[in-house]
T-cell receptor, first 110, second 117 residues
Framework: TQLLEQSPQFLSIQEGENLTVYCNSSSVFSSLQWYRQEPGEGPVLLVTVVTGGEVKKLKRLTFQFGDARKDSSLHITAAQPGDTGLYLCAYNNAGNMLTFGGGTRLMVKP | ETGVTQTPRHLVMGMTNKKSLKCEQHLGHNAMYWYKQSAKKPLELMFVYSLEERVENNSVPSRFSPECPNSSHLFLHLHTLQPEDSALYLC????????????????FGSGTQLSVL
C-alpha cells in the first residue's frame, strides 16, 4: 500500500507570512493532487501535478512535484486568513480511487 | 442547486437507531463515492458506485449499507452504530471511473457530521 505522509500536521502563522507544506512517499506516482478543505466543507481540488519537476502556480500558491515523482510541496506566499483550512495531498489509483495523506491543518491569524 | 448536496449536515443518533444519509449530485456524473473522515485518520474510501453498480467495498462493516437507486442519488443506511463511527461522512462524484487518468476530478459535498452516543 502506498503511503502519503504530510508535514507538518499543524501550522499556525500570522497573516503575511510565507509557508511550505510537504507531501512525501517512498513510492513513485504518476500524478498527485492537492485539495483544500475549509471548515465545515468538503475538499476542493486545487491542482494536479503530473510531470517530475513540474511547478504550477495558483495565485499565491505554488505547487511542485519532485523530480523523482515521489514527493510534492505547496508553498503559500503572504498567507491570508482565507487560506485557513486542511490541505490534503492524494494520489489516484486506477478507477479514480483517491488515497489521501493525513493532511496539514493551517491556521492563518489576522 | 449545483454540485453535490448532502443531507443532513449534522446527525446525532443512539447506538440502536437506524438512520440514512443522503447525497445528490447535479453534475450529470456517473460515479459516486462515500468517504469517512475521522479526527485522527486520513480520509478513508468506503464505497464506490459506477452507473449504479457497486464497484468497491473497502472492508466496511455491515452496519453501513449503501444504496444507489440512480446515478444522481446515493444513500448510506446506518444501523446499530458504535461511538467510534462518529465522523464526517463525505459524498463525492466524478464524471466516470477513471483508469488512472491524472486529471480526473472528484467533487465533494459538504458532508454529514455524525455523532453516535
Amino acid at each position: 500500500t502506498q503511503l502519503l505522509e504530510q508535514s507538518p500536521q499543524f501550522l499556525s502563522i500570522q497573516e503575511g507570512e510565507n509557508l511550505t507544506v510537504y507531501c512525501n512517499s517512498s513510492s513513485v506516482f504518476s500524478s498527485l493532487q492537492w485539495y483544500r478543505q475549509e471548515p465545515g466543507e468538503g475538499p476542493v481540488l486545487l491542482v494536479t501535478v503530473v510531470t517530475g519537476g513540474e511547478v504550477k502556480k495558483l495565485k499565491r500558491l505554488t505547487f511542485q512535484f519532485g523530480d523523482a515523482r515521489k514527493d510534492s510541496s505547496l508553498h503559500i506566499t503572504a498567507a491570508q486568513p482565507g487560506d485557513t483550512g486542511l490541505y490534503l495531498c492524494a494520489y489516484n489509483n486506477a478507477g479514480n480511487m483517491l488515497t489521501f495523506g493525513g493532511g496539514t491543518r493551517l491556521m492563518v491569524k489576522p | 442547486e449545483t454540485g453535490v448536496t448532502q443531507t443532513p449536515r449534522h446527525l446525532v443518533m443512539g447506538m440502536t437507531n437506524k438512520k440514512s444519509l443522503k447525497c445528490e449530485q447535479h453534475l450529470g456524473h456517473n460515479a459516486m463515492y462515500w468517504y469517512k473522515q475521522s479526527a485522527k485518520k486520513p480520509l478513508e474510501l468506503m464505497f464506490v458506485y459506477s452507473l449504479e453498480e457497486r464497484v468497491e467495498n473497502n472492508s466496511v462493516p455491515s452496519r453501513f449499507s449503501p444504496e444507489c437507486p440512480n446515478s444522481s442519488h446515493l444513500f448510506l443506511h446506518l444501523h446499530t452504530l458504535q461511538p467510534e463511527d462518529s465522523a464526517l461522512y463525505l459524498c463525492a462524484s466524478s464524471q466516470d471511473l477513471a483508469t488512472g487518468t491524472p486529471n480526473e476530478k472528484l467533487f465533494f459535498g459538504s458532508g454529514t457530521q455524525l455523532s453516535v452516543l
